[in-house]
């Protein structure tokens, strides 16, 4: 029997018919409930009218979020009941141990809280309990507690979870916590806890099964929160403030309004990373939009539509910390990136992250005729944003030792950020990489792969960097991906021990998952870089084994530019700056003969990427032959695209 159609609401509220949106009739409706705005129906004099229906009874005057089932599941199987006991409070010594703890090794969680604003609450006990909860639950399985040991270790949290459910959801499953920015971040600290807390969820390799109770628990969290954020009106747009004085309540606004962007943003950082692990095509905001296939986000990323991925990027972590927001420079994916000391850690990380899963996307789909071309856009793009990596976000001896001591201590949210950067660029190139040899073996080519062992050593000098604490961090996950996709190093005694530390951090065995989807009986992976004979009976490919004795007074994470011939210039470094590159005087190789180690050198300027010519013309090392480079012109800035990510910008407008 077909239900009967709805009514047309006789009268929306003021604000619904201001803004165009649907409105339930209600008083309070819900738009204006979630929004913290009043609620009002005039008639067209003006004069007060009453709401045209009543608020449902049994919602108990509690909005009630669309959500997958009618009530959350506990993680018994049941209804939770009034008459349960409310959730005990932290004791004091558990409190402070796991608050240090999580703004020690929750990366990158730690990022949605302003530290020295849930300090200075924390002391005047004004944090709510159901976000202390949260926090305590992702921090956990860090502690060395005995009442806080399990096996494995990362359900440690599974109490402070539940208690958190409890105080901000009713008995009928609803959510029932004001909305605020504290309760977006304990939602979202939620979801980060239950992806990673499912026995199973995470190592599903197909992840197509919708109803484990993982992927609803999860997704459901994913989803309030940003519904909640929507609702905080995340993407309305600021306007600058005008005077040189800001008052306290607009620096306070400001910190609150990038702690809410900052929770959209690693949303969707989660989003790119889980689509690169799992080929997720990613759930948007409230209804996911589709996602195009090639670099423009006029077609969607994830999930999310090009209209939400122009909200401004975090602020970068110092502007942040000291709450001078408002005072930083906006940054926005669509536009190049600035190339400022202030410029955004998380940011970068962003940009490169989309870049990342775009590159991995088109790698499961190599067959496409499309491919080809999108992957030489996106080493342009790669190389373009590199060289608009400000100085301090180098891939240097000196950025190493500065983030380095940065990484160990509370304040290190942009040093792991920074390593993270470098992780992903690294596994761009080697994707890159592969992706050139399966198109020669397509095209009848000889391909002989060149040196890349510069790439790999530079992930292994960021496992260094972090020490220790690497294995609490889940960067581990984009070390081992591409040294087991592409490099095939499943007998390597150091990848195997991240491989268990990374198992017991997250539930997920990424060697197992690499060759449920891509591998075959006697190999790891099928994508990953292949021996070949070359026409003398040598071996063109061998698995580089990096260098993990890193002597301190040469940097050996990086490999020269070019031999120490009698070649008067050098490649350009991928992460020269604008002056630098511009520069038409010829550099001595006997000046300065360090200058150039410690970048590494642009995928074009060395060989590795040259799509229009797979085949050798001669033995030399693409890595070490010199560069034939025209001197710089100033028609070149004309000609050239912007630096940083201007396939972001919707150019067909």
């Not at 200058?595 to 995928?603: E, G």
């Amino acid at each position: 029997m077909d239900k009967p159609k709805r009514k047309r609401l006789a009268k929306a509220c003021d604000g619904c018919h201001k803004s165009k949106r649907r409105c339930d009739g209600t008083d309070p409706c819900s738009n204006c409930y979630f929004a913290s705005k009043p609620c009002t129906y005039t008639d067209s004099s003006g004069r007060p009218v009453p709401p045209p229906r009543q608020p449902d009874t049994q919602q108990t005057q509690q909005y009630q979020f669309p959500q997958p089932s009618q009530s959350y599941p506990s993680p018994s199987g049941r209804k939770r009941s009034h008459s349960e006991a409310a959730p005990e409070t932290l004791d004091p010594l558990m409190t402070r141990e796991l608050t240090n703890l999580f703004f020690t090794h929750c990366h990158p969680a730690m990022t949605i809280i302003h530290k020295p604003t849930f300090t200075s609450s924390l002391s005047h006990n004004q944090i709510p309990p159901y976000l202390l909860h949260a926090v305590s639950a992702v921090a956990a399985p860090h502690s060395k507690q005995t009442s806080l040991k399990m096996t494995p270790q990362r359900h440690a949290g599974r109490r402070f979870a539940d208690a958190a459910i409890s105080l901000m959801f009713d008995s009928g499953g609803r959510l029932s916590a004001p909305a605020t920015v504290q309760t977006a971040q304990a939602l979202c600290l939620l979801y980060f806890y239950e992806v990673v807390d499912q026995k199973g969820y995470m190592s599903d390799t197909t992840h197509k099964d919708k109803s484990h109770s993982g992927w609803i628990t999860g997704e459901r969290f994913r989803t309030l929160t940003l519904q909640l954020i929507q609702a905080l009106n995340v993407h309305t747009p600021e306007h600058p403030l005008l005077t040189p004085t800001p008052s306290q309540a607009y620096v306070s606004e400001s910190i609150e309004r990038e702690c809410v962007r900052r929770i959209f943003w690693i949303i969707y950082f989660v989003d790119c990373i889980r689509g690169v692990y799992y080929g997720w095509e990613g759930g948007g905001m409230t209804r996911s939009s589709p996602s195009g296939k090639g670099l423009s986000i006029g077609g969607g990323v994830m999930g999310f539509s090009e209209a939400e991925l122009r909200l401004r990027l975090p602020a970068d972590e110092t502007s942040f910390e000291l709450g001078v927001v408002h005072q930083s420079l906006p940054e926005y994916l669509y536009l190049p990136a600035v190339r400022t000391h202030y410029a955004s850690e998380m940011g970068h990380l962003t940009r490169v992250a989309t870049l990342y899963q775009k590159i991995e996307a088109a790698m499961d789909t190599l067959q496409d005729p499309q491919t080809r071309d999108i992957l030489m856009e996106c080493q342009k793009f790669l190389d373009e944003w590199a060289s608009a990596l400000p100085t301090h976000l180098h891939f240097t001896n000196q950025c190493l030792t500065v983030q380095k001591s940065m990484f160990e201590t509370s304040s290190n949210f942009g040093a792991w950020c920074y390593a993270s950067i470098h992780v992903l660029h690294a596994s761009c190139a080697l994707a890159l990489l592969v992706a050139k040899q399966r198109f020669a073996e397509h095209d009848h080519q000889l391909f002989e792969v060149p040196d890349f062992s510069f790439i790999t050593d530079r992930i292994y000098a960021v496992m260094e960097m972090l020490g220790c604490r690497a294995k609490y961090s889940p960067i581990q996950g984009s070390v081992i991906w591409p040294l087991i996709k592409y490099l095939n190093l499943t007998d390597d005694q150091q990848v195997l021990d991240w491989l268990d530390a990374y198992e017991e951090l997250t539930g997920v065995r990424l060697d197992r998952l690499i060759r449920d989807r891509w591998g075959t009986p006697d190999v790891c992976s099928t994508l990953g870089l292949i021996r070949r004979q070359g026409p003398s009976g040598s071996t063109t490919y061998s698995t580089p084994k990096p260098d993990r004795h890193i002597n301190p007074d040469i940097d050996p994470t990086l490999l020269p530019l070019t031999e120490r011939n009698n070649s008067a210039e050098l490649p350009i470094p991928m992460y020269a700056s604008s002056s630098s590159s511009h520069s038409t005087a010829p550099q001595s190789p006997s000046t300065n003969s360090h200058s150039h180690s410690n970048f590494l050198p642009s995928l074009k300027s060395s060989g590795l990427l040259e799509w229009s010519n797979t085949t050798p013309s001669t033995s030399t090392s693409p890595l070490t032959a010199p560069l034939e480079r025209r001197p710089f012109s100033s028609t070149d800035t004309a000609r050239s695209m912007p630096v940083g990510m201007p396939w972001l910008a919707n150019e067909s407008r």
